[in-house]
């Protein structure tokens, strides 16, 4: 993967900045929009970026609410109930989405899930457009199992940057995002869960209140005061020291 340049809103990019792939259609991310027959421009200002592997490509940028995609992983809050979904927010001042009360691994009428308000899941999204309220899932449509879906039992819930939750969320972080505070956390023979939602909130449980709060601080830190490698890597020993 790689950040191939700096764009702003309504740029016209050129077709040399795009991914190809023999057999994979183009994957628009956040931030694009294509406008038929084939112009594709930035809706944001941010970093182009690309992935060739899965010929995908989108804009990486901090700014803004978290706007729902289909497929994107969310960590979603309860709400309220009715009696065949569960109505779950997805960040601050936007409608809640719904989470029917089967779409969990080996739900029944009799077998599913109570969740009370306040409760958290870690959830996909399914149905995204701007005419109706995005839909959830906590288990997979093609498989039946739960693929890390579902609840989320204990831990703390931490508020993060956009841009920050999807540098979580690649495939090498350290490699890919310069993030390396978590390998460097777990190095330190801390044992800790972490759970990371598109919407820009980072779930984290640990051995103690006092360990979890550490590890979220930390988390926010480097975000927040874009933190490089080094600096990422003394916070750790931070952490360590205090958990």
């Not at 956040?30 to 989108?58: E, F, M, S, Y």
């Amino acid at each position: 993967m790689a950040a191939t340049m700096f764009v702003l809103p309504g740029q016209e990019l050129d077709s040399s900045l795009l991914p190809s792939h023999p057999t994979l259609p183009l994957k628009l991310g956040p931030g694009l929009r294509h406008i038929p027959p084939n112009t594709i421009t930035p809706t944001v200002a941010g970093q182009l970026c690309t992935d060739k592997r899965k010929n995908a490509v989108w804009v990486e940028f901090n700014g803004g609410r978290y706007i729902p995609t289909a497929g994107d992983l969310v960590i979603a809050t309860i709400q309220k109930s009715s009696v065949d979904v569960f109505y779950a927010s997805l960040s601050d001042y936007t409608s809640n989405a719904t989470l029917p009360q089967l779409s969990f691994e080996g739900a029944t009428k009799k077998t599913r899930p109570q969740l009370a308000q306040g409760a958290l899941v870690y959830a996909r999204v399914t149905l995204a457009n701007k005419h109706m309220d995005p839909e959830l899932e906590c288990v997979s449509s093609s498989t039946g199992k739960s693929e890390g879906l579902g609840p989320l039992i204990g831990g703390m819930i931490f508020n993060v940057s956009l841009g920050m939750s999807r540098r979580l969320m690649l495939p090498k972080p350290a490699d890919q995002g310069g993030l390396v505070l978590l390998d460097e956390i777990g190095g330190q023979g801390i044992a800790f869960e972490i759970a990371v939602g598109r919407n820009g909130k980072v779930w984290v449980d640990s051995k103690s209140l006092k360990c979890t709060l550490s590890i979220g601080k930390a988390i926010q830190d480097t975000d927040e005061k874009t933190l490089t490698a080094d600096e990422q890597k003394k916070l750790a020993k931070k952490v360590a020291r205090e958990a």
